[in-house]
């Protein structure tokens, strides 16, 4: 299966707000409804930060927000802070027999 | 807790065999499927595939079936990634990820803190 496409960087401003695309193809997948977003900080390990579209696990700031469009979703995160500089990626479970997860292509988040 | 821990990193030539381990604890281990997440150095997140702890259902991605072999140990609550013949472009961080299936998409809910594999000769 094909990786989800998402821009290669996105940056803003603290304070600012951004939004981190991630495109699956045309035809969609069965399971697109079940996208979630990670953050990855250097040398750690990947962290779950949105599942289901839209749900934030305890715990994770309400920063973050997750939306889809079509066979688009988005993360937003509001009032950018310097911890937020790391690398996103989006994952949607493909719903068949074979339980195969695909993964963005990943975004790298820059604090100006 | 949650926590998966994961066993440390490896250093292996070429044609050399290996296992790595990720050990469960702070949840019932049997309810969750254990799966394997690749990442090569400055590259993105690439899924290996899964297996369920009390029947050893295992499912593999495409990319990675017969090139690794996953299992459990149930009772040590322990999950395993096998390499029988390793190859330089085996390098890499490996980690395990918990699947959770109490929310309908079965979100990949707690990570390993990874292993490095290093295959060089």
């Known amino acids: 299966q094909s990786a989800l496409t998402q821009p290669a960087s996105v940056s803003g401003s603290p304070g600012q707000s951004i939004t981190i695309s991630c495109s699956g193809p045309?035809?969609?997948?069965?399971?697109?409804?079940?996208v979630s977003w990670f953050q990855q900080h250097p040398g750690k390990a990947p962290k779950l930060l949105i599942y289901?579209?839209?749900n934030r696990p305890s715990g994770v700031s309400d920063r973050f927000s997750g939306s889809k469009s079509g066979t688009t979703a988005s993360l937003t995160i509001s009032g950018l802070q310097t911890d937020d500089e790391a690398d996103y990626y989006c994952a949607t479970y493909i719903t068949s027999s074979t339980l195969l997860y695909v993964f963005g292509t990943g975004t790298k988040v820059t604090v100006l | 807790e949650v926590q998966l821990v994961q066993s440390g990193a490896e250093v292996k030539k070429p044609g050399e065999s290996l296992r790595i381990s990720c050990q469960g604890s702070?949840?019932?281990?049997?309810?969750?499927?254990i799966g394997w997440v690749r990442q090569m150095p400055g590259k993105g997140l690439e899924w290996m595939g899964v297996?369920?702890?009390?029947?050893?259902?295992?499912r593999y991605s495409p990319s990675f079936q017969g090139q690794v072999t996953i299992s459990v140990d149930k009772s040590a609550r322990t999950a395993y990634l096998h390499w029988s013949s390793l190859k330089a472009s085996d390098s890499a961080m490996y980690y395990c990820v918990r699947r959770d299936c109490g929310s309908t998409g079965c979100p990949l809910d707690y990570w390993g803190q990874g292993t490095l594999v290093t295959v060089s000769s």
């Open positions: 289901d579209v839209t």
């Open positions: 045309s035809s969609g997948f069965a399971g697109y409804s079940y």
């Open positions: 297996i369920y702890p009390p029947d050893s259902d295992t």
């Open positions: 702070g949840y019932i281990f049997t309810s969750h499927w």
